[in-house]
Antibody, heavy 121, light 111 residues
Framework: QVQLVQSGAEVKKPGASVKVSCKASGYTFTSPDINWVRQATGQGLEWMGWINPNSGNTGYAQKFQGRVTMTRNTAINTAYMELSSLTSEDTAVYYC??????????????WGQGTLVTVSP | QSALTQPASVSGSPGQSITISCTGTSSDVGGHKYVSWYQQHPGKAPKLMISQISNRPSGISSRFSGSKSGNTASLAISGLQAEDEADYHCSSYSSAGTPVVFGGGTKLTVL
């Protein structure tokens, strides 16, 4: 069965960077795009960007341009999201999500379990 | 502030029907058919309930249905059950700026 398993919770200081991983199984990793979405406590969802695991092509929300980097390692079926220059505003749960068979935004049919990133002095 | 507008909360009794609205603009909800709805229980990841305005993925109950009129999409849930109590998020493709936008989420309470 399709699974996206993310890395564990992180605590970072302001100004630091965090790298979250998303390991895929149960399907051909290189086929659908992986997207990253975050959710601050008690808030709505916020789209951050996407990566095509086959080509490595990426696209980022303007809000995160220059601060986010999405990569992948096809040998281990894993996608990564790195966010730099962290502030308290980046405290949130970060999700990876797979685009569904329609290959259209915003049809995300499988999601990781989420990774809590806490930014605290 | 979210790009799409949803009511903060709705409620209904078991067996009743409710509707959640999601209002955007002609650049997103009103401009095409790529509107999705997600259900999210506390501490869990979102779950796709409706895609492309009204399509139910495999395994999703027929009690859930989606529609759209102009710049407003709607999620209807009939025959409310206790397990439907959750947050519901709408999402749309957008041709202006960020390509994926979300609503702020609606908390559904089953009384």
């Amino acid at each position: 069965q399709v699974q996206l398993v993310q890395s564990g919770a992180e605590v970072k200081k302001p100004g630091a960077s965090v790298k979250v991983s998303c390991k895929a199984s149960g399907y051909t990793f290189t086929s659908p795009d992986i997207n990253w979405v975050r959710q601050a406590t008690g808030q709505g969802l916020e789209w951050m960007g996407w990566i095509n695991p086959n080509s490595g092509n990426t696209g980022y929300a303007q809000k995160f341009q220059g601060r986010v980097t999405m990569t992948r390692n096809t040998a281990i079926n894993t996608a990564y999201m790195e966010l730099s220059s962290l502030t308290s505003e980046d405290t949130a749960v970060y999700y990876c999500a797979r685009v569904g068979p329609s290959n259209k935004w915003p049809d995300f049919d499988y999601w990781g379990q989420g990774t809590l990133v806490t930014v605290s002095p | 502030q979210s790009a799409l507008t949803q009511p903060a909360s709705v409620s209904g009794s078991p067996g009743q029907s409710i509707t959640i609205s999601c209002t955007g603009t002609s650049s997103d909800v009103g401009g095409h058919k790529y509107v999705s709805w997600y259900q999210q229980h506390p501490g869990k990841a979102p779950k796709l309930m409706i895609s492309q305005i009204s399509n139910r993925p495999s395994g999703i109950s027929s009690r859930f249905s989606g529609s759209k009129s102009g710049n407003t999409a709607s999620l209807a849930i009939s025959g409310l059950q206790a397990e439907d109590e959750a947050d519901y998020h709408c999402s749309s493709y957008s041709s202006a700026g960020t390509p994926v936008v979300f609503g702020g989420g609606t908390k559904l309470t089953v009384l």
